[in-house]
């Protein structure tokens, strides 16, 4: 027999109401898709008229939001991608340089002062926990102040630092397992990048490297890789500039990646998706995007972003 119209939109009805059910009680999945915003993208701490922010990453997980990295401008990055400050969960560091940890005291500062009614968790390699001692000490007669003059709660009691030295899983969650690997910057010996896995998305943020190819094999099918990259031609024409220049040259040819090791990289990990972030330099607005992405095109045929700040992928 034909279902009459009644009938089948009865079904129609139900069946959508069943799904959005299964969709609300999570049923082994998560209820947003994951997204990635980049925040800041040009590598060093100096701090630009004009152009790239100081490096920051958020992703957001179940509309949780993970920042990692907190260069310089990360707060009002934040903001801009629509993000308050009293939603801030979980910072990651990937390493101590500034330009990825300038703004950690003052973002868990402006989270406070917003009001921010849950706790946060940061991740970093050792040196993390000393830093926002020191930060709340630096700030010492504000905070002191405002609690007692403004009846504010005690920052100290809204972070826990979370310590690691060496790879392996940082945190679970029901949404999103986080793991670190090693990679290679020196002088730093612990200097990480992370990988989110969650449901609907895998993402790997490289931090601060040299060509690793450990780091091949742990971003190995990702969706998204985020690497940094460095642009040798743009380099020469900053460090002719410095007074510093050939001791700043040796340290980035020892500590970052050209566009062919990326391009390598990404190949190697065999991901989806590889967006090149952390350009060093990052102010030189006369490189192109096409200059950025040609040597990565050499070894990697899958799809290439040039990021810019406040992109979502
Ligand atoms: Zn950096
Ligand atoms: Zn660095």
């Keep these: 027999m034909k279902p009459t119209r009644r009938q ?31 925040l800041g993208t040009k590598g060093g701490p100096r701090v630009g008229e004009t152009g790239r922010s100081n490096p920051s ?12 990295d907190c260069g310089y401008g990360t707060s009002k990055q934040l903001l801009t991608a629509g993000i308050a400050l009293n939603r ?29 009614p849950a706790h946060i968790d940061a991740y970093g390699p050792p040196g993390l926990t000393q830093m926002i001692r020191d930060f709340f000490n630096y700030q010492k007669f504000d905070i002191d102040t405002r609690i007692e003059d403004e009846g504010r709660s005690d920052p100290h009691n ?16 029901d949404d999103v397992k986080i793991s670190a690997c090693m990679v290679r910057h020196p002088p730093m010996k612990q200097a990480y990048a992370y990988r989110f896995d969650a449901k ?14 450990e780091l091949a094999d742990f971003a190995k099918g990702a969706d ?9 031609p743009g380099i020469d024409a900053l460090v002719r500039r ?16 050209l566009p062919e090791d990326v391009g ?44 810019k700040d406040l992109m979502e992928i």
């Design 57 to 68: 990453t958020l992703i957001l997980i179940n509309d949780v939001p993970y920042v990692v």
């Design 264 to 307: 390598r990289i990404a190949a190697q990990a065999n991901v989806k998706t590889l967006v090149l972030s952390h350009f060093v330099p990052g102010d030189d607005a006369s490189i192109t995007d096409e200059q950025w992405s040609e040597g990565v095109r050499k070894y990697f045929k899958g799809r290439i972003v040039v990021g």
């Design 200 to 213: 609907d998305r895998s993402i790997v943020i490289s931090g601060d490297t040299t060509y690793a190819p």
């Design 158 to 173: 809204l972070m826990t630092s979370h310590e690691f030295d060496k790879a392996g899983m940082v945190l679970t969650n």
């Design 224 to 232: 998204v890789l985020v690497h940094e990259v460095m642009y040798l």
């Design 88 to 116: 801030l969960r979980y910072i990651f560091i990937t390493h101590h340089h500034s330009d990825h940890n300038l703004e950690l005291g003052a973002l868990v500062y402006n989270a406070w002062i917003t009001g921010l």
């Design 8 to 38: 089948f939109l009865t079904a129609a009805t139900s069946f959508s109401i069943s799904y959005a059910l299964l969709a609300r009680v999570g049923f082994g999945q998560q209820k947003k898709p994951t997204r990635i915003i980049l």
């Design 242 to 257: 410095l007074p510093n220049a050939k001791r700043l040259r040796e340290h980035l040819m020892a500590a970052h990646t």
